[in-house]
């Protein structure tokens, strides 16, 4: 991936200037770092600040709510001024462990992404300098980024601080993590048959692989016959990647409905029947996609299989949680 042209592509040149400054930063090259823990307080603080939005309502956390492990219920999400773009939000749990961010993969980094619902129209809608005048003309901000970064607020220290509060939000201790550690009781009898399914005959295992159950590749499910939201073909200008979109993780998927990448299926159960009856025939469609041959049973243990990944602590975790109120001081 070149970054320059992709991120021209995405963020338009202001945007693209600023990440040459940044570099390509590695998705969690920063975990290391001693100062990672006040950035991410900080990150904490920016992902719940709805100051960041042209008509102060929308912050990061409109789209990516905790109780929903961090995506919003919606189809498509709603912006500034209530408007609405063409993709679902999807889920931030491990998503430091994720190579290739948006639904179409156009981000390399945590650091990157964050500009891009900043600026785009159907979000944030705020341009990079108005974003950075805002953290200037808040006394409360321009006092943290002094205090965590030793400077005025900058487009740089405020991805910084994002991506360092979005690599915190881990989760690992679903059923299915516990049985895989040895809990034999952590999963019940319709879950295990349901996971030997998953990894046999309805084969999920090829694309929502490892253990956040994604490859990190973009594929089309043949979940349509005609894409009108081309996918990664937005970058590549290619006829083979049109409605290509990154594998999402499993994780947590009981609580990220609705599914696919504009919310067109509400339940995992229909998320289940689509894949068990082969999709439609796209000229693009994954060669994995065909009819399965599910009985009833199977897909009652499959769906029993998927909920065995929702971790409950990833709702509840008051680290991930709005951070106390502060007030302005002149």
């Not at 991120?7 to 290391?32: E, I, M, R």
């Amino acid at each position: 991936m070149h970054l320059q042209p992709v991120a021209a592509g995405l963020f338009g040149v202001t945007a693209a200037a600023l990440l040459l400054t940044l570099g390509n930063l590695g998705v969690s090259a920063q975990t290391a770092d001693p100062g990672e823990a006040k950035r991410a307080e900080l990150g904490r603080e920016l992902f719940y600040a709805p100051i960041l939005s042209s008509d102060g309502q929308v912050s990061c956390a409109t789209c990516h709510q905790q109780d929903k492990a961090f995506t919003d219920g919606r189809a498509t999400s709603l912006g500034a001024f209530g408007r609405t773009g063409q993709r679902s939000a999807p889920s931030l749990v491990n998503v430091a462990a994720r190579t290739r961010l948006f639904w179409h993969g156009g981000s390399p980094s945590l650091e990157l992404q964050a500009l891009g619902p900043l600026a785009d129209p159907n979000e944030h809608d705020f341009r990079p300098e108005e974003t950075v005048q805002t953290l200037e003309d808040s006394p409360y901000y321009a006092g943290r980024f002094r205090e965590v970064f030793g400077a005025a607020p900058s487009l740089s220290g405020l991805t910084q601080a994002l991506a360092a509060f979005e690599r915190t939000i881990v989760s690992y201790d679903a059923p299915f993590d516990r049985y895989s550690a040895g809990d034999a009781d952590a999963m019940g009898a319709a879950a295990v048959r349901g996971m030997d399914l998953f990894y046999g005959q309805a084969e999920c295992f090829h694309c929502h692989t490892g253990r956040n159950f994604s490859d990190n590749r973009a594929h089309n499910n043949g979940f349509l016959l005609f894409n009108p939201d081309i996918g990664v073909a937005q970058l590549t200008d290619a006829e083979e990647d049109v409605g290509k979109f990154i594998t999402p993780t499993l994780r947590n998927v009981g609580l990220t409905a609705p599914y696919m990448h504009a919310g067109q299926i509400g339940t995992l159960e229909e998320v289940i029947d689509h894949y068990d009856g082969g999709g439609q025939p796209n000229p693009n469609a994954d060669g994995l996609i065909r009819p399965l041959g599910l009985s009833d049973r199977d897909r009652a243990d499959l769906l029993a299989f998927l909920h065995a990944l929702t971790d409950e602590s990833i709702s509840t975790n008051p680290a991930w949680g709005p951070p106390p109120a502060h007030k302005e001081t002149k």
